[in-house]
Structure formats: structure tokens, C-alpha cells
């Protein structure tokens, strides 16, 4: 079967980062269809919005099909001439900013980058998250932990790093994450620093071979990396987690988005 190609640009007065998100959120459901992302972020200027529909028009007639355009512009001029563009459009602002004026019975701002902006206190509290979750990574610090949403355990590159990132950008949690090591198993008792926070703390598992394939690439034919240790630490790492009462997730085929909204409904996070 031949993979249909399209291109796919992402067109913004702002970062386009909304547009991005939404837009993957919808292609991802595709399989069979190759995307090639392109994007056209800052459109701020009538100069800079023609140029953008002479890129557009010229991708349509070099690959003989029409680009699809993911687009956020809060300036209706410069919407009505992109509109133009040989291209099939999903305006976002359209299909939902209008229906809701309806519905509130008022008009939108028109600002650019309000969600993303210093003045928004939700923009706020994930940098002040992001920040919490970098300077406890790892276990690299265990000051402030009683200020931790969450606090991520299970063996070195399990996942812990990605997934505290991923709460801290898209939801504002603060979380800490700590490597399970051998060192652990052999005292058979949880690490004395995360002992007064029990119930903050969420395990994260992974198969054995998984695992070794991922070490294998930072540390190759090293111990660490080698399949009997994996299949070690993965099975003592259950074993404390099992014995100390902490849930766990196996990520080896989750995503980190899907992992990290299951685990907000596990531990009833919300932000």
C-alpha cells in the first residue's frame, strides 16, 4: 500500500504552538498519511502575510496537491487573505472562537498570544512548575519536595525525566522524580528521603527489554545496560513498589501524553 504524502502548515500571528497541538491532536488519527510539517509562526504584518500566501500557493502548484493549512490569526484582514491561498484550511478560530461569541453573547479579545503570555497566571505557574520540575530531576535535590504534586520513582531512564516535564508544561504540576537504584534493593527499604512523602509518590515501570535497548544507546555493552541487570532492577523495583504500597504504570508502549493524563486520574491531580 503507498503512503499518501501531504504537507501541513501551521500558520500563526503567534508561536503557532496551539495550532500545532490541536493540529497533531487531528492528523495523529491519519495512519495512513505521511505529514510534512511546515510552519509560518509571527504573521503579524500584512508583508509578511502575502509572502506567506505565495508560499502556500507555490507548494500547491509544485507538489499538485493542496497543502493543509492549520492556521490561528486573530486579524480578520489578514485571515480573509490567506483565505486565498490554493489550499485546504482548517481556521481554528473560526471553528471555534465564532460559535463561542454566540454563545457568550460577546466578542473576542483579538489579542495575540494571550494564552502563552507573562500576564496570564496560568502561563505563570507551569514556568514556576517547569523550574520545580528541572531543579528536582533525578533526585538532584530534595529540598521543597513537601511542595511536589507528585513525585515520579522507578529505574534510570524509565521515563521519569520526560513525563515530570510533560506535567509541568501542560498542566502546571510540580513534579519531583528519583532513580530507583541497585543500592536501594540491596537495604530493601525505600530511600529515607522520600519515606516522610508516601503519598505523593507514583512509580513508573518498563520491560526489561525495553529498557536495555534504550541504555544500550547511551552506555553500550555496559553493565548497566546489559539485559540480565535490566530484568534485575525492573524486578526489584516492582517488588519495593508492590511492597510499599506505591502504584505503578508500565510505560513501555505508552505514550507520554497518555501516561501522564492516566496518572493525573490515578492520583486525582487537576490544574
Not at 520540575?133 to 534510570?156: E, F, M, T
Amino acid at each position: 500500500m503507498t503512503t499518501q504524502k501531504r504537507t501541513v502548515i501551521y500558520v500563526s500571528d503567534g508561536t503557532g504552538i496551539t495550532a500545532e497541538t490541536l493540529g497533531h491532536g487531528l492528523l495523529s488519527q491519519f495512519e495512513g498519511t505521511e505529514f510534512r510539517p511546515l510552519r509560518f509562526p509571527f504573521l503579524d504584518n500584512e508583508e509578511k502575510v502575502r509572502d506567506c500566501l505565495a508560499r502556500i500557493n507555490e507548494l500547491s502548484r509544485h507538489e499538485g496537491t493542496r497543502p493543509i493549512v492549520i492556521m490561528t490569526q486573530t486579524n480578520a484582514e489578514y485571515s480573509a487573505i490567506l483565505h486565498q491561498a490554493e489550499a485546504f484550511f482548517i481556521d481554528l478560530f473560526d471553528a471555534f472562537i465564532v460559535p463561542l461569541e454566540q454563545e457568550l453573547g460577546t466578542r473576542y479579545s483579538r489579542a495575540v498570544g494571550r494564552s502563552h503570555g507573562h500576564a496570564n497566571p496560568e502561563y505563570n505557574a507551569r514556568i514556576a512548575a517547569m523550574n520545580f520540575a528541572l531543579a528536582h530531576d533525578d533526585g538532584v535535590s530534595d529540598a521543597d519536595l513537601k511542595n511536589a504534586d507528585v513525585i515520579l520513582v522507578g529505574v534510570s531512564r524509565s521515563g521519569k525525566t520526560p513525563t515530570s516535564l510533560y506535567l509541568s508544561l501542560q498542566f502546571s504540576l510540580k513534579a519531583a522524580n528519583y532513580p530507583l537504584i541497585p543500592e536501594d534493593f540491596e537495604r530493601g527499604a525505600l530511600p529515607s528521603r522520600l519515606q516522610p512523602f508516601r503519598g505523593k509518590l507514583f512509580g513508573l515501570s518498563i520491560s526489561p527489554e525495553q529498557l536495555h535497548r534504550i541504555r544500550n544507546e547511551r552506555r553500550a555493552n555496559s553493565k548497566y545496560a546489559s539485559l540480565e541487570n535490566c530484568r534485575y532492577e525492573v524486578a526489584a523495583a516492582e517488588k519495593m513498589m508492590r511492597r510499599e504500597g506505591i502504584k505503578w504504570f508500565d510505560t513501555t508502549a505508552k505514550s507520554i501524553e497518555e501516561l501522564s493524563v492516566q496518572l493525573m486520574q490515578e492520583l486525582n491531580l487537576e490544574r
